[in-house]
């Protein structure tokens, strides 16, 4: 009789899997993948700072236009550029927040090819299934991945949005809170595990529902991957490639035990 594993055994299952992970891209030379997350992710980083400096400047300047003063020895002087140092720090906290959500899944989008190779590799040398090139199929794998992306950033984004207009209630916003941060780990485990869903052909349909009843993979997956996030510089680097993995070795744990509906 085939048994469900819990939801909490597949966190744990799914957090393990990482541990499984680095040591398999160093032995089977996966690390040389590295060398592309290091290039996009790089670029993502240094991008993301500066356009955070720019729109901050940009968004100071107009908001303080409306409140220059010829006197700054005036008390009204001195609100100004109390306002001037808050809008500074505000500001480059707010568009920081938004970035690093949307780093995220930049990083998914522009990694997608090579995420989808390194998750079809960790397959091949695991169970000896060789999957032929084909770049038909690799272009559309490539295409689905991005979609996949798109579709769970908006839909996140729609839960922040609603989130900011009841954080401020409180417990149901603090509940509100706790909730964005499952959700965002259960999206971001959603990606790396679609990658083993379309090689199984299944619809993204298909793949939802999957996800779904699989959830604690899906979420102890984007755990990681976000707190992979919280490494200056090299975080997004080690995500883009031990995450596929670990998504692809998990997935492949729960069907080799057979535990599944």
């Given at each position: 009789?085939?048994?469900?594993?819990?939801?909490?055994?597949?966190?744990?299952?799914?957090?393990?899997?990482?541990?499984?992970a680095?040591?398999?891209?160093?032995?089977?030379g996966?690390?040389?993948?590295?060398?592309?997350?290091?290039?996009?992710?790089?670029?993502?980083?240094?991008g993301?700072?500066?356009?955070?400096?720019?729109?901050?400047?940009?968004l100071?300047?107009?908001?303080?236009?409306?409140?220059?003063v010829?006197?700054?020895?005036?008390?009204?002087?001195?609100?100004?550029g109390?306002?001037?140092?808050?809008?500074?720090?505000?500001?480059k906290?707010?568009?920081?927040?938004?970035f690093?959500?949307?780093?995220?899944?930049i990083?998914?989008?522009?990694?997608?090819?090579?995420?989808?190779?390194?998750?079809?590799?960790?397959?091949?040398?695991?169970t000896?299934?060789?999957?032929?090139?084909?770049l038909?199929q690799?272009?559309?794998d490539?295409?689905?991945?991005?979609?996949?992306a798109?579709?769970?950033?908006f839909?996140e984004f729609?839960?922040?949005?609603?989130g900011?207009l009841?954080v401020?209630?409180?417990?149901?916003?603090?509940?509100?809170?706790?909730?964005?941060?499952?959700l965002?780990?259960?999206?971001y485990?959603?990606?790396?595990?679609?990658?083993?869903?379309?090689?199984?052909?299944?619809?993204?349909?298909?793949?939802?529902a999957?996800?779904r009843?699989?959830?604690?993979?899906?979420?102890?997956n984007?755990?990681?991957?976000?707190?992979?996030?919280?490494?200056?510089?090299?975080?997004?680097?080690?995500?883009a490639?031990?995450?596929?993995?670990?998504a692809c070795?998990a997935?492949?744990?729960?069907?080799?035990r057979?535990?599944?509906?």
């Amino acid at each position: 009789m085939q048994k469900q594993v819990s939801f909490f055994e597949q966190v744990g299952l799914s957090i393990k899997s990482y541990g499984k992970a680095i040591s398999f891209v160093f032995a089977k030379g996966l690390w040389l993948y590295f060398i592309y997350s290091i290039i996009i992710s790089a670029l993502l980083t240094f991008g993301g700072f500066e356009m955070i400096r720019h729109f901050t400047d940009v968004l100071e300047v107009w908001i303080m236009s409306y409140f220059t003063v010829d006197n700054e020895d005036s008390w009204f002087g001195f609100f100004g550029g109390a306002l001037h140092f808050l809008l500074s720090i505000g500001l480059k906290i707010l568009f920081f927040f938004i970035f690093s959500t949307f780093s995220k899944y930049i990083l998914l989008i522009l990694m997608s090819p090579i995420m989808a190779f390194i998750s079809e590799r960790t397959e091949e040398i695991i169970t000896g299934r060789v999957y032929p090139f084909n770049l038909a199929q690799f272009i559309k794998d490539i295409a689905r991945g991005v979609l996949i992306a798109l579709r769970n950033m908006f839909i996140e984004f729609g839960f922040i949005f609603l989130g900011f207009l009841i954080v401020w209630i409180p417990v149901i916003g603090w509940i509100g809170a706790l909730f964005l941060i499952v959700l965002s780990y259960y999206f971001y485990g959603f990606s790396m595990i679609d990658y083993v869903s379309e090689r199984r052909r299944m619809g993204i349909s298909q793949s939802v529902a999957y996800v779904r009843k699989n959830k604690g993979l899906s979420i102890g997956n984007g755990f990681v991957f976000s707190l992979l996030f919280t490494i200056p510089l090299i975080g997004g680097m080690l995500a883009a490639v031990l995450s596929p993995v670990a998504a692809c070795i998990a997935v492949l744990e729960i069907e080799s035990r057979n535990l599944y509906e």
